[in-house]
Structure formats: structure tokens, C-alpha cells
């Protein structure tokens, strides 16, 4: 099915969205010493990770961080070669952590300065260490679905008849490619390697019911205005927290993690491993909680999140358990060819 013009709108929205400059002249903070350039993904998370990390960070050590957004391994590669580094230290998605190894972008991180014995030890990697965990979650709206009868797997979400209500979909293969899966009937701990001939099956079985949309913030208004009545999403905790009428079930979510990485030749090194061991400490992770439910890395954090939130986080044991970890080993090759195979896919 061609991409209708609505879609196309909503690809484009956000591809505006995201190409918004930066306030910040990055060029002039080369030269000092007590400051370092964070690059991130904006929105809601950066916002949050500001409040949380940055702004306290500069108050405790004198050291500033200047903010920019735009995180793309081809620039990274560009700065790289160059030696002309802009970026000392990034919040990066582990599909995007094992290319950026392979491909000599990363320093190694210092764990004499950065203390992660009580990080998740899965996530903690001679080039990467986990942040955060995020899940991308089913989510429906609780006007449409009463709690009895609301979507709760992917095999109700693909069961467009028995519970109809129009569909929302992340428009790439990452995530999606693993829910077509398990609504075929593939056990979660079993996805991996991806069968991707199954999963695009899965999908042609759905494929005319979907809005696509390919930004993170296209999902809440999408939601609030009706258009779409259940989708996956990431952010759908902090919006049901702030009184939006909108369910989540984590069976078969995708549970990811963002890992703080510092660009192999920044001179500025010693500020970001500072840095980073400032935000992985517990009660910071916990701040973050208060602006965005994404989950903390940090043993000891979930003690000082608020009891409200506590129960939704993917840190929470049993959330996590009813969800898969989506594999960067895996994405990290293959994430060029499927998004390939995908945009042909999309233009059938």
C-alpha cells in the first residue's frame, strides 16, 4: 500500500520537527575548558534529562553543558575522521551502540572515575553504559476500550475484527518487525534471529488498518484526537500519569536501553566521564522519573521514585519480565538492509 497523504504530512511534521536548530552556537564552546556538548534526541527527554542531569551537574561541578539534539552516526563518523569533534558525550540507543563500536567512533569509558558496580551489569560495556531502560509499550485509550475489553498482546492488536478500533504503527522495522512476530505466534524469548519473511507476512495481514507515524511525539495527539485507538509507543507512561485517558500493557513490549557513549578524540573526555558518573548516580536516575517514565539503570534508584510511579517503570522486576529486550547485537548489522527492505515494503 502507497503511504497516503496524511501519512506523509505526519513523516513530514516530524521531520521539521526534529531538523529545528539548536539554540546553542556549538563552535564557541570548543575553546573552554569547563564546559562539554551533549547531543541527544530534544523533546520531552532532553527536557527531562536537563532538570535532571544537566543543570545540577553545572551547579555541583562549575562545569556547563551546552545542549544540541541531531544524533546521527553519520555526523558522528564525519567528526571522527575529521578530528573535528562537536559532541563529548551522547545518549545513545543500543541499535546504534554496536555500529558505533565497530566502527571505532567511541572511547572506551573510564570506570575509574564512572562507578557503575551497581549499573545492571548487562549494561555495562567497555565503549556503553545503560542510562536508562525504555519500553515501547501497547497503548490504547481508555475511551475507547473499557479495561474488560481493551487490547493487552499483539495478537489482540492484529485482531482488528474481534476488537476493532483504528491502529497506530511505528513506520520502521526496529520493534516493529518483533511485534509482528509474537502476534504470529512467536515466543518472545525466541524472536532473535528476526524470521523477517514471517514478520512482513505478519504485517500484510494488517498492513491497510494502519496509520503510520514515525516520530515519538506523533502518538499523543494521535490518541487525544481520536484518530488512532491503540498503538506502541514510548512515552505513553508520563502521559498516563499526567490524567491522559490512555491504558498500557507491557505483555510483549519492547524493552530497550539508552547508553551514555563518549566520541572516540574529544578533548574533552575527562568532563564527560565526570559527567556521566554524575547521571548514573541513584537519586539522580530517580529525578528523571519525574519527567519522563523511562526506567533507571542504578540498583539503588527505584528507592527514590515516587511511589506513583514506581509501579509502571520497566526497572520494576515484574513489568519486565512480560517483555523482551530488544537486541542491539542484532539491529546493530542488520538495521541498513531491513530499513531498506522496509521503505520497499512501505511502497507496495
Known amino acids: 500500500m502507497k503511504m497516503d497523504r496524511r501519512t506523509l504530512l505526519l513523516r513530514s511534521s516530524g521531520a521539521i520537527a526534529s531538523a529545528i536548530a539548536s539554540p546553542y552556537v556549538i563552535g564557541a564552546a570548543r575553546a573552554a575548558s569547563n564546559e562539554l556538548v551533549f547531543a541527544g534526541f530534544g523533546g520531552d527527554y532532553q527536557a527531562g534529562q536537563a532538570k535532571a542531569f544537566f543543570e545540577p551537574f553545572e551547579k555541583e561541578t562549575g562545569i556547563k553543558v551546552i545542549q544540541t539534539t541531531g544524533v546521527d552516526l553519520a555526523k558522528l563518523q564525519a567528526q571522527v575522521k575529521s578530528d573535528s569533534l562537536e559532541w563529548d558525550v551522547l545518549s545513545l540507543p543500543d541499535r546504534l551502540r554496536y555500529t558505533a563500536v565497530h566502527d571505532g567512533l567511541l572511547m572506551p569509558l573510564d570506570y575509574g572515575v564512572i562507578d557503575a558496580k551497581k549499573i545492571m551489569p548487562q549494561l555495562v560495556t567497555e565503549y556503553a553504559v545503560g542510562g536508562v531502560t525504555i519500553p515501547m509499550l501497547l497503548t490504547y485509550s481508555t475511551k475507547d476500550f473499557s479495561p474488560d475489553k481493551a487490547p493487552r498482546t499483539w495478537a489482540d ?22 511485534f509482528a512476530l509474537i502476534a504470529d505466534g512467536v515466543p518472545k524469548d525466541k524472536l532473535y534471529p528476526l524470521d523477517v519473511d514471517r514478520a512482513f507476512k505478519s504485517l500484510d495481514k494488517i498492513k491497510s488498518k494502519l496509520v503510520w507515524w514515525s516520530q515519538m511525539s506523533q502518538p499523543g495527539p494521535l490518541l487525544k484526537s481520536g484518530e488512532v485507538k491503540v498503538t506502541p ?50 537519586k ?53 538492509k531491513l530499513t531498506e527492505r522496509w521503505n520497499e515494503w512501505q511502497l507496495k
Do not use: C
Not at 303 to 310: L, S, T
Not at 311 to 325: C, D, H, M, Q
Open 157 to 178: 492488536f492484529w485482531n482488528v475484527e474481534g476488537l476493532p478500533g483504528q491502529r497506530g504503527m511505528y513506520n520502521g522495522a526496529v520493534y516493529t518487525l518483533e
Open 284 to 336: 539522580n536516575q530517580a529525578e528523571l522519573t519525574k519527567y519522563i517514565a523511562y526506567g533507571p539503570t542504578h540498583a539503588d534508584a527505584m528507592q527514590f521514585v515516587d511511589a506513583k510511579v514506581k509501579p509502571y517503570l520497566s526497572s520494576n522486576p515484574e513489568n519486565a519480565a512480560k517483555g523482551f529486550l530488544l537486541s542491539g547485537d542484532y539491529w546493530g548489522p542488520n538495521l541498513a
Open 233 to 282: 509507543w514510548v512515552r505513553s507512561i508520563s502521559f498516563m500519569l499526567a490524567g491522559e485517558p490512555i491504558g498500557i500493557s507491557y505483555e510483549g513490549a519492547a524493552l530497550t536501553l539508552e547508553a551514555w557513549v563518549v566520541p572516540k578524540g574529544t578533548k574533552k573526555a575527562a568532563n564527560a566521564m565526570k559527567f556521566i558518573n554524575f547521571a548514573l548516580q541513584p
